[in-house]
């Protein structure tokens, strides 16, 4: 066997180094994760093991914010620093620690305070695809909020109190979302041209029996959802009574009882009974102001508006089709058939999409080739998965708190615990700020603590709220 080329070596070492993971989000995903710039800032144990996870995977690049020295208590607690760190800088230990773990890894760092940072250098944070912001201050949470939000970069708020804590973010867009249960996007009641006429290439009636139960299940509904509706006035069945009337009208058609092929399209009917279309949700996606452009959008917002432009035009009223067929008693030609069917109206919705991508983005003044074309092929496949996680603007949850969902998750018992660790932690962080110390510090004060921690608290949601909290036992976990 002749050896291995040293392009074709180097080539081949990123998907052997990262085969584990490539199976679970695919190439796509590591693409992602390996042009991705990561900031963390404040290097202590929740955020040195955050990005360790990060590095491992492989991401592109990382800077590490941080103007504190190593101590001894953080060799207790903080894997990324030994004995040998003490008194140095613990952003320039980490970052030395960490790039050891994976060397293709670009590494820096730099020595300041990220509350310094936050407030003297605002632009700097714009040059990342996500932020990481440990034990930040309230202060300094509600600027950087604003900060990553108008930058379009993705943030993430981590703060942990030994082994309590929470974790925020404020806005992630997912393409492949994996839903549990999805329908397949099979169009059998819209059925396009070139279905439509291989469907009618195939007569249900035929005499052989052989051919007759291997018919595909989608050949079967597509037909018959044709069939009910020219007698339904161009309706397919809505009410409990008319679908199974036409489950009762496919099994009708069968010929013998070991035809599982109709057996197939009898349990697949559901899916004729499916809406045409679009979702609420993804029709909520694609009527947000994000997808309202402007040079400084995101990929995904960019895909959006060229998604709602194909499905107002060419998709007439539906988002690209996936392009993928489950297995099912069929014969092999007609398998074969139809899955070229399939691939061939994908791969047309996918270059359609394609040209509608490069001239938005043109138009918007960015590179039209800037997002690639397995890009906008995965976007189209996952087009009806679509999600958009978002919550509020920081300063909007501290200052303006939703008292009704509050109140509704401390009286439930699923929520009821982390809720009351969040109201008491946001207490704590007023506290830390106004006395420089966390509460319980000190055996001798705590009870004075908790009732300091208390006068934090009540005049932010009030006493009924604080009063419905075992806040003296949780506050002594903490």
Not at 177 to 192: E, G, I, M, Q, V
Not at 282 to 310: G, H, P, R, Y
Request: a negative charge.
């Amino acid at each position: 066997m002749p050896p291995m080329k040293k392009e074709e070596a180097t080539m081949s070492e990123p998907k052997t180094k990262y085969d584990r993971q490539l199976r679970i989000w695919g190439e796509l995903g590591q693409a992602a994760l390996e042009e991705a710039s990561i900031c963390l800032l404040h290097c202590g144990p929740t955020g040195s093991e955050a990005l360790k996870n990060l590095v491992l995977g492989g991401v592109g690049s990382f800077t590490v914010v941080d103007g504190s020295k190593v101590e001894l208590g953080d060799l207790g607690n903080n894997f990324m620093v030994d004995e040998r760190s003490v008194g140095q800088s613990k952003a320039k230990s980490v970052c030395a620690f960490l790039q050891e773990l994976n060397d293709s890894v670009k590494a820096t760092f730099i020595e300041e305070n990220p509350d310094t940072l936050i407030t003297t250098n605002a632009s700097f944070f714009s040059q990342f695809t996500l932020v990481i912001a440990t034990q930040l201050v309230e202060d300094s949470m509600v600027k950087l909020d604003r900060i990553c939000r108008e930058a379009n970069v993705m943030l993430v708020f981590a703060r942990s109190y030994g082994l309590s804590g929470f974790l925020r973010v404020s806005e992630h867009t997912v393409i492949d979302s994996k839903p549990d249960h999805f329908l397949d996007d099979l169009r059998l009641n819209n059925p396009w041209p070139e279905l439509k006429s291989f469907v009618e290439t195939i007569d249900l009636n035929v005499s052989d029996p052989v051919a007759h139960k291997h018919i595909p299940y989608v050949v079967i509904l597509v037909k018959m959802a044709d069939e009910w509706a020219q007698s339904h006035s161009g309706n397919l069945p809505s009410i409990r009574e008319e679908k199974k009337e036409f489950k009762d009208l496919v099994k009708s058609k069968m010929i013998s009882m070991d035809e599982d092929n109709y057996k197939e399209a009898i349990e697949a009917a559901f899916k004729v009974f499916a809406p045409r279309g679009i979702s609420s949700e993804i029709q909520q996606i694609c009527n947000d102001t994000c997808s309202e452009l402007s040079s400084n959008s995101s990929d995904f917002w960019v895909m959006v508006a060229a998604l709602k432009e194909f499905i107002s035009n060419e998709g007439d009223g539906e988002a690209p089709l996936e392009g993928s067929i489950p297995d099912m008693t069929s014969s092999t030609e007609h398998y074969i058939n139809l899955q070229k069917i399939y691939q061939a109206k994908a791969e047309a919705d996918v270059l359609v999409m394609e040209k509608r991508v490069r001239n938005i983005l043109k138009k918007i003044g960015r590179d039209p080739s800037s997002i690639s074309k397995p890009a906008i092929k995965s976007f189209c496949k996952n087009a009806r998965k679509l999600k958009v996680c978002r919550y509020r603007m920081v300063e909007d949850e501290f200052s303006n708190p939703s008292v009704t969902e509050i109140q509704k998750c401390l009286a439930g018992e699923d929520y009821s615990g982390a809720m009351g660790f969040y109201v008491l932690l946001r207490a704590v962080d007023r506290f830390t700020a106004n006395y420089n110390k966390f509460p319980g510090q000190f055996d001798a004060g705590m009870d004075e603590d908790i009732s300091l921690v208390t006068k934090q608290f009540v005049p932010m949601l009030g006493t009924y709220i604080f009063n419905g909290i075992d806040h003296k036992s949780q506050l002594l976990t903490l």
